[in-house]
């Protein structure tokens, strides 16, 4: 049997535009987002930022503790349905949504859409865990790790901070692979 070849690394191009996103959510459950942050790139350039709190479904919030998000900050929040009309042209023109462990935060988005009945963003997604491994080939790749590695700040589980430090990770391997092609 053939050993499996590695994925290649699918980066949006470096002169367009892809939008970083990360979600809080309140439960185990998908549909349970209570905050989400976005922040759009273009040309390598944080070009804009969003942090909204969202109401979730049900008013038990379970992860308080990780994010620290209660109930009190979130009731009078719009729900998902409400407020990613009004976020959603943050995407307009983006070649790719990036998110750290992106397969959450991808189930995340997919799940409050179709709950809301809204359509899903055709965007594929960057998980900038794998840009981590595949550019720099360390361990651990979680976020505060790879943000520690590459002296990004983060206030870990603020969705704000998160999806910034998600944007500029990937700035990052785009300027490691500029220094990699570049004469010397």
Known sequence: MAPRR???????????AFVAIDFETADYWADSACAIGLVRVENLKVVAKRVVLIRPPRQRIVFTSIHGITWAMV????????????????????????????SFDRKVLHTCCIVAGLAIPALPFV????????????????????????GIGLR??????DAEACARILIAAYATEAAINSPV
């Open 127 to 150: 998980c900038t865990v794998q840009v981590a491994r595949k550019k720099w080939n360390e361990r651990p790749n979680n976020l505060p790790a790879v943000c520690a590695r590459l």
């Open 156 to 161: 870990h589980h603020d969705a704000g901070s």
């Open 75 to 102: 009731r009078d929040a719009p729900s998902f349905g409400e407020i990613w009309p009004e976020l959603a042209p943050m995407l307009d023109g983006a070649n790719a949504l990036v998110a750290h462990n992106s």
């Open 6 to 16: 590695p994925k290649p690394l699918r980066l949006p191009p470096a002169n367009g």
